[in-house]
């Protein structure tokens, strides 16, 4: 028994076997941590190089971009390389019927022609901290978790306050492993970002929804902006004066290309991951969160596909809200499949099965003895609050209307007193804004009919429907059939879907206006939804989420004790990570074998002008046959596009730089592998790969498609 278990141990837990590769390394503990393992596995440069707070080093070329996005410097005027659908809502923002940028790429031939984009920042990291012993300090001796939340809420401020006192850096502070341990990021924040160049979508989007989530890529996946900054460098808000940012550290390219099994890694800020689950959890994703919400999401896109296949003017409305849903529907299918391909559940369990032998056989483990069964419970009492949690925020909650709807309920609680008071003008603006942005993007024959088809789905999927007041007053004298009527006239009887409307109530907001938008049957329907979600599913979900978070702050608190071989990195949370690995390819299946780099050739095999995820236009079908690939080509002629590697990456890793050994750019990463996308929720080498543009296809698509030479002689190529 004890030597079957030491085999399984062995094997399982062989660190080299089955963590190499795995792992999003916080940057400050690279050198502890991973510098000699990154520099067996090839690495070229020290630690030092790639995060130091005492000389510029690779991380001052690393940029979070937006919200959700990484971006790279690759010149000394502030030139930003990152996705093309990083920067798709800006393209969509900027396009019209008239200056299609979208279907035909921009390309600004001077800095005058650059876009400037209100809303967008670009921010780089200054430095991190280790600030757990602060943050954490005698908070053992609290057994409430609001309270717990709250120490920590207030020992952040503090910190970060401290932190940013007499600068003009922003800075927070954030869990790392589960709440055991925190880190401060001091950041510096640009806000004018300008758009320089984007492909168009043919070339950007090549592929579209059928390729996304897949290998073999064929898509030139980036766009150019520029960071302005006042004329001391620092950040500044847009204006004409503004002058392009110099940036400390300068990306070099690397322009001689990569080989399969070269070193690489990819230094971004992913967005979210969840590695350490336990298999309850998997098991609830994959049976019932990951169906409900990719059967809402696929109602939603069929609607909207149909209006926008039909008119280009609804399309450039739709084309950013419909990438971001259909992302992440592809992504949930894909990430069930490969859970179940790599057996996640069952891995998780022995895994858990392991620990707790581990635990039984040492005194002094022996207080974790109870965490697995503890978490086990949580998750039974789960199973019927998570799919109402879900079909309500991927369900009502995401109808357009209604989330406009709830952004007005402070100013339906402005009393006839406080109408023109200071706080009123600043609310009345601040809706103002959300209303302007809401209505240039907004179709509601779109919204009606999705309203209709998440209204009933809701309706036929919930086990609520015992509950007292479960029909709405909306649906009354309507027969369950005639709920298209019925959603007809909702929208009919209220003023909230009309531009002209909402704007004669926010200019001239009275006390009657505000009566009219209190007896508003959607503002109605919105109250009633929002107080039956609180009462019924969010403060139960609440309360037994109150449990789990000590426990799973416990688990990963006590897998780093036990299971000493393994080396743990935080989960992703939008902090600066570096993963590395190297260039491969895969073998999803019996007898298929992906190779690990695609090029030019398969453009033009794929390309096929009936179907438009696959059509190009004339001219770069020109190019392509002409083979005009300067020396931009491989050796044997080629025009490198993608290629894929066993980097840890995730959505937020999506625009980041990836590198070589001597720490040179060879590419953007943009996507993983169809069998790769359960990765978020458990790594497995054998079936994860990052998807990265080749840096050479990105310099020819500038140089010789677009003819925007004057930008690679920004860039500083290197050999
Ligand atoms: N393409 C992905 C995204 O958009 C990036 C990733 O998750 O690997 O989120």
Same mark, same amino acid.
């Given at each position: 028994?004890?030597?079957?278990?030491?085999?399984?141990?062995?094997?399982?837990?062989?660190?080299?076997?089955?963590?190499?590769?795995?792992?999003?390394?916080?940057?400050?503990?690279?050198?502890? =941590?991973?510098?000699? /393992?990154?520099?067996? $596995? !090839?690495?070229?440069?020290? #630690?030092?190089?790639?995060?130091?707070? +005492?000389?510029?080093?690779?991380?001052?070329?690393?940029?979070?971009?937006?919200?959700?996005?990484?971006?790279?410097?690759?010149?000394?005027?502030?030139?930003?390389?990152?996705?093309?659908?990083?920067?798709?809502?800006?393209?969509?923002?900027?396009?019209?019927?008239?200056?299609?940028?979208?279907?035909?790429?921009?390309?600004?031939?001077?800095?005058?022609?650059?876009?400037?984009?209100?809303?967008?920042?670009?921010?780089?990291?200054?430095?991190?901290?280790?600030?757990?012993?602060?943050?954490?300090?005698?908070?053992?001796?609290?057994?409430?978790?609001?309270?717990?939340?709250?120490?920590?809420?207030?020992?952040? =401020?503090?910190?970060? /306050?401290?932190?940013? $006192? !007499?600068?003009?850096?922003? #800075?927070?502070?954030?869990?790392?492993? +589960?709440?055991?341990?925190?880190?401060?990021?001091?950041?510096?924040?640009?806000?004018?970002?300008?758009?320089?160049?984007?492909?168009?979508?043919?070339?950007?989007?090549?592929?579209?929804?059928?390729?996304?989530?897949?290998?073999?890529?064929?898509?030139?996946?980036?766009?150019?902006?520029?960071?302005?900054?006042?004329?001391?460098?620092?950040?500044?808000?847009?204006?004409?004066?503004?002058?392009?940012?110099?940036?400390?550290?300068?990306?070099?390219?690397?322009?001689?290309?990569?080989?399969?099994?070269?070193?690489?890694?990819?230094?971004?800020?992913?967005?979210?991951?969840?590695?350490?689950?336990?298999?309850?959890?998997?098991?609830?994703?994959?049976?019932?969160?990951?169906?409900?919400?990719?059967?809402?999401?696929?109602?939603?896109?069929?609607?909207?596909?149909?209006?926008?296949?039909?008119?280009?003017?609804?399309?450039?409305?739709?084309?950013?809200?419909?990438?971001?849903?259909?992302?992440?529907?592809?992504?949930?299918?894909?990430?069930?499949?490969?859970?179940?391909?790599?057996?996640?559940?069952?891995?998780?369990?022995?895994?858990?099965?392991?620990?707790?032998?581990?635990?039984?056989?040492?005194?002094?483990?022996?207080?974790?003895?109870?965490?697995?069964?503890?978490?086990?419970?949580?998750?039974?009492?789960?199973?019927?609050?998570?799919?109402?949690?879900d079909l309500f925020n991927e369900g009502l909650f995401v109808?357009?209307?209604?989330?406009?709807?709830?952004?007005?309920?402070?100013?339906?609680?402005?009393?006839?007193?406080?109408?023109?008071?200071?706080?009123?003008?600043?609310?009345?603006?601040?809706?103002?804004?959300?209303?302007?942005?809401?209505?240039?993007?907004?179709?509601?024959?779109?919204?009606?009919?999705?309203?209709?088809?998440?209204?009933?789905?809701?309706?036929?999927?919930?086990?609520?429907?015992?509950?007292?007041?479960?029909?709405?007053?909306?649906?009354?004298?309507?027969?369950?059939?005639?709920?298209?009527?019925?959603?007809?006239?909702?929208?009919?009887?209220?003023?909230?879907?009309?531009?002209?409307?909402?704007?004669?109530?926010?200019?001239?907001?009275?006390?009657?206006?505000?009566?009219?938008?209190?007896?508003?049957?959607?503002?109605?329907?919105?109250?009633?939804?929002?107080?039956?979600?609180?009462?019924?599913?969010?403060?139960?979900?609440?309360?037994?989420?109150?449990?789990?978070?000590?426990?799973?702050?416990?688990?990963?608190?006590?897998?780093?004790?036990?299971?000493?071989?393994?080396?743990?990195?935080?989960?992703?949370?939008?902090?600066?990570?570096?993963?590395?690995?190297?260039?491969e390819g895969y073998t999803p299946n019996d007898a298929v074998?992906?190779?690990?780099?695609?090029?030019?050739?398969?453009?033009?095999?794929?390309?096929?002008?009936?179907?438009?995820?696959?059509?190009?236009?004339?001219?770069?079908?020109?190019?392509?046959?002409?083979?005009?690939?300067?020396?931009?080509?491989?050796?044997?002629?080629?025009?490198?596009i993608c290629f894929a590697a066993s980097n840890h990456t995730?959505?937020?890793?999506?625009?980041?730089?990836?590198?070589?050994?001597?720490?040179?750019?060879?590419?953007?990463?943009?996507?993983?592998?169809?069998?790769?996308?359960?990765?978020?929720?458990?790594?497995?080498?054998?079936?994860?790969?990052?998807?990265?543009?080749?840096?050479?296809?990105?310099?020819?698509?500038?140089?010789?498609?677009?003819?925007?030479?004057?930008?690679?002689?920004?860039?500083?190529?290197?050999?």
């Open positions: 028994m004890k030597f079957i278990y030491l085999i399984i141990s062995t094997f399982l837990f062989n660190p080299v076997y089955l963590f190499a590769d795995e792992g999003m390394w916080l940057p400050l503990l690279l050198k502890q =941590l991973n510098e000699k /393992k990154m520099q067996s $596995a !090839g690495l070229k440069i020290s #630690a030092e190089d790639i995060y130091s707070v +005492n000389r510029s080093s690779l991380k001052d070329a690393v940029a979070l971009f937006g919200r959700g996005c990484t971006g790279e410097i690759i010149s000394n005027e502030g030139l930003l390389l990152t996705n093309h659908h990083c920067g798709f809502s800006q393209i969509q923002d900027h396009s019209t019927l008239e200056n299609d940028y979208l279907k035909n790429g921009f390309w600004a031939k001077t800095k005058e022609n650059e876009m400037t984009n209100p809303g967008l920042s670009v921010s780089f990291l200054i430095r991190m901290e280790d600030v757990t012993e602060a943050i954490t300090q005698d908070l053992y001796k609290l057994t409430d978790e609001n309270a717990r939340e709250n120490i920590v809420a207030q020992r952040s =401020l503090e910190i970060v /306050k401290k932190a940013i $006192a !007499g600068t003009h850096y922003e #800075a927070s502070v954030k869990p790392m492993y +589960n709440g055991n341990e925190y880190y401060l990021f001091v950041m510096e924040v640009f806000k004018d970002v300008r758009l320089v160049g984007a492909p168009p979508s043919s070339i950007g989007k090549f592929g579209k929804d059928e390729d996304n989530w897949s290998w073999p890529r064929h898509t030139g996946d980036f766009s150019l902006f520029r960071i302005y900054a006042g004329k001391d460098n620092k950040p500044a808000e847009y204006s004409k004066d503004n002058i392009p940012f110099t940036p400390r550290y300068v990306m070099p390219i690397c322009t001689t290309g990569v080989n399969e099994n070269d070193f690489t890694m990819v230094y971004g800020f992913p967005g979210r991951t969840n590695e350490y689950l336990t298999s309850y959890a998997v098991e609830q994703l994959i049976t019932i969160s990951n169906p409900i919400k990719v059967d809402l999401r696929g109602k939603r896109l069929e609607v909207m596909n149909r209006f926008m296949e039909a008119d280009r003017e609804i399309f450039l409305k739709y084309a950013d809200k419909y990438s971001s849903i259909s992302n992440y529907h592809k992504k949930w299918k894909g990430e069930t499949k490969g859970l179940l391909k790599a057996n996640a559940i069952d891995k998780k369990r022995s895994f858990e099965r392991l620990f707790e032998n581990r635990v039984n056989a040492d005194e002094q483990y022996i207080r974790y003895l109870d965490l697995i069964p503890e978490i086990k419970k949580q998750y039974d009492a789960l199973e019927i609050i998570q799919p109402e949690l109808i357009e209307l209604f989330k406009f709807t709830n952004s007005f309920a402070t100013i339906a609680n402005v009393t006839s007193e406080e109408i023109s008071s200071d706080k009123t003008k600043e609310l009345i603006k601040n809706l103002q804004s959300i209303s302007k942005s809401f209505f240039k993007d907004y179709y509601a024959p779109i919204d009606r009919e999705i309203a209709t088809d998440l209204i009933n789905t809701y309706y036929k999927k919930t086990n609520l429907s015992a509950s007292p007041d479960f029909i709405p007053s909306f649906r009354k004298g309507f027969a369950a059939e005639d709920l298209k009527l019925a959603v007809d006239q909702l929208f009919e009887q209220s003023f909230l879907d009309e531009e002209s409307e909402v704007s004669k109530f926010l200019n001239d907001l009275t006390v009657s206006g505000i009566a009219r938008l209190k007896n508003d049957p959607v503002f109605q329907l919105v109250n009633f939804y929002n107080n039956f979600y609180k009462e019924n599913i969010l403060n139960k979900y609440n309360e037994i989420n109150k449990k789990l978070i000590p426990l799973n702050r416990s688990f990963v608190k006590a897998q780093r004790e036990v299971i000493t071989e393994k080396q743990f990195y935080p989960d992703a949370n939008s902090t600066l990570r570096i993963a590395y690995g190297k260039i074998t992906y190779e690990w780099n695609t090029t030019g050739e398969g453009i033009l095999q794929k390309n096929n002008t009936e179907h438009s995820d696959y059509a190009i236009e004339p001219r770069m079908k020109m190019l392509l046959e002409n083979k005009d690939f300067g020396n931009y080509a491989e050796k044997n002629g080629a025009l490198p995730t959505g937020g890793n999506s625009g980041s730089p990836v590198l070589n050994a001597k720490g040179h750019l060879i590419g953007t990463n943009f996507d993983r592998n169809w069998e790769g996308t359960m990765s978020d929720i458990y790594y497995d080498i054998n079936q994860v790969r990052n998807i990265v543009l080749d840096v050479r296809y990105t310099l020819w698509v500038i140089d010789k498609y677009a003819e925007a030479g004057h930008l690679i002689k920004e860039m500083q190529l290197v050999k």
